[in-house]
């Protein structure tokens, strides 16, 4: 039931490009994605609904699937305070955000 | 002023010893959660309260018991503490039931450690 992120750690460079996959096995509503530095909480970045659409945040975008029930996380020109670890949080029109299983971000310089 | 705020942040405790979280939003969110993440970082909800009512109960030991004197604070209260229980805690909030556009605001945080 937990969705499965891939891939399961990156290692970028500053300035270099990344994507980040989230899929489940059930039909989603909507999509979260959360980020979280080291020893801190997570924190929300955007929401994704079902219609397919796109969303940024600053260099930080995202795409929505629901036929495959995938979401993707791409982060541009990344920066040293990309990372931490990305959690997607799936929600199937219940009570509940279910967390994805995570994927470590380290950006050195 | 701190959104959402757990106390203790770390806590080091015996087995089978009583502990509690407490957690209080000062957001005005209608739903509070309870999440674990544990040694491998996985985030797994336990509860949910909207409004001082319990909505969400996960599969969690009957040795956990969450309280909701007003909607603005949750607390955790655990039994007979098990090594198994060591993880991190984390309360949050959102501004409806469920997930919400805003998405959800998570407290800093309860290490606990069982010795």
């Known amino acids: 039931q937990q969705p499965v992120q891939s891939p399961q750690a990156v290692i970028l460079r500053e300035g270099e490009d990344a994507v980040i996959n989230c899929s489940s096995s059930?039909?989603?509503?909507?999509v979260h994605w959360y980020r979280q530095k080291h020893g801190e909480a997570p924190v929300f970045l955007m929401i994704?609904?079902?219609?397919?659409e796109q969303k940024g945040h600053e260099k930080i975008s995202a795409s929505f699937n629901e036929k495959k029930q995938q979401s993707s996380l791409y982060l541009t020109a990344s920066q040293l305070s990309y990372s931490g670890t990305y959690f997607c949080?799936?929600?199937?029109?219940?009570?509940?955000?279910?967390f994805g299983t995570g994927t470590r971000l380290q950006v050195f310089p | 002023d701190t959104a959402v705020s757990q106390t203790p942040k770390y806590l080091v405790t015996q087995m089978g010893n009583d502990k509690s979280i407490k957690c209080e939003q000062n957001?005005?969110?209608?739903?509070m959660y309870w999440y674990k993440q544990d040694s491998k970082k996985f985030l797994k909800i336990m509860f949910s309260y909207n409004n001082k009512e319990l909505i969400i109960n996960e599969t969690v030991p009957n040795r956990f018991s969450p309280k909701s004197p007003d909607k603005a604070h949750l607390n955790l209260h655990i039994n007979s503490l098990e090594l198994g229980d060591s993880a991190v805690y984390f309360c949050?909030?959102?501004?409806?039931?469920?997930?919400?556009?805003?998405?959800?605001?998570f407290g800093s945080g309860t290490r606990l450690t069982v010795v």
């Open positions: 059930k039909a989603l509503y909507s």
């Open positions: 949050a909030s959102s501004q409806e039931t469920g997930p919400s556009v805003y998405g959800y605001t």
């Open positions: 957001l005005g969110h209608d739903t």
């Open positions: 994704l609904l079902k219609g397919g």
């Open positions: 949080g799936t929600d199937r029109n219940t009570d509940k955000l279910i």
